[in-house]
């Protein structure tokens, strides 16, 4: 199967920092990515839609401020966490579309711990 | 609107028992796909199914079955003798056309296996 690889894997960092997620698809082309969330113990919260080339989709209710997206290449997506507080403490995890956007599969990261001191 | 309802948030078996986890979903699309993922506590989505709604067939992969009945909007999973291993957090998604694609996927909350000696 394809894969998908994020980086770091973990990362802690102090409240006010930024930090940046990488999200890779190693062995395909991606225009498409999909950004979650995961707080403890709860679902995947979809976040942002993120398409080569282009200005991402964010889903209602996140701040595409906070949460910077950029789709510069074929196999690269990256997240940026802004100003970090405590509360943006959480598991982010990406996926790529390998083929159509319509139809084609979804491969998973293995998702990036991030802790907001 | 789309939703996808894991209503049990945890479930304890002992080894080799039996357990089916229950996905009831909601959608508006006549074409939709729909996923089990696994997820250990490590934090990495493991793929296990993907289903279209087209395709009522039962299926049967080893220990794990899928019984998919569009007249109830269910896709439930049952996992046959279990073992210590299959001890995760199983998540059911849709997929719709409509609302991004196949690849833009709606969560459930997810349902606690835990599986004990």
């Known amino acids: 199967g394809a894969v998908v690889s994020q980086h770091p894997s973990w990362v802690i960092c102090k409240s006010g920092t930024s930090v940046k997620i990488e999200c890779r698809s190693l062995d395909f082309q991606a225009t498409t990515m999909f950004w979650y969330r995961q707080f403890p113990k709860q679902s995947l919260m979809l976040m942002a839609t993120?398409?080569?080339?282009?200005?991402?989709?964010?889903e209602q209710g996140v701040e595409k401020d906070k949460f910077l997206i950029n789709h510069a290449s074929l196999t690269l997506s990256t997240l940026t966490v802004t100003s970090a507080h405590p509360e943006d403490s959480s598991f982010y995890i990406c996926s790529a579309v390998k083929g159509g956007p319509g139809t084609g599969e979804l491969f998973f990261g293995e998702g990036s711990r991030l802790t907001v001191l | 609107a789309q939703k996808v309802t894991q209503a049990q948030t945890e479930i304890s078996v002992v080894e080799k028992e039996d357990v089916t986890l229950d996905c009831v979903y909601e959608?508006?699309?006549?074409?939709?796909?729909l996923f089990w993922y696994k997820q250990p506590p490590s934090g990495e989505l493991v793929f296990l199914i993907r289903r279209n709604s087209f395709d009522e067939q039962n299926e049967i992969s080893g220990r794990y079955s899928w019984n998919f009945q569009k007249s109830t909007s269910s896709f439930n999973f049952t996992i046959t003798a279990s073992q210590v291993v299959d001890s995760a957090v199983y998540f059911c998604?849709?997929?719709?056309?409509?609302?991004?694609?196949?690849?833009?996927?709606?969560f459930g909350a997810g349902t606690r296996l835990a599986v004990h000696p």
């Open positions: 959608t508006r699309d006549t074409t939709y796909y």
């Open positions: 998604a849709l997929s719709e056309r409509r609302t991004g694609g196949y690849n833009k996927l709606i």
């Open positions: 993120s398409n080569e080339g282009s200005k991402a989709t964010y």
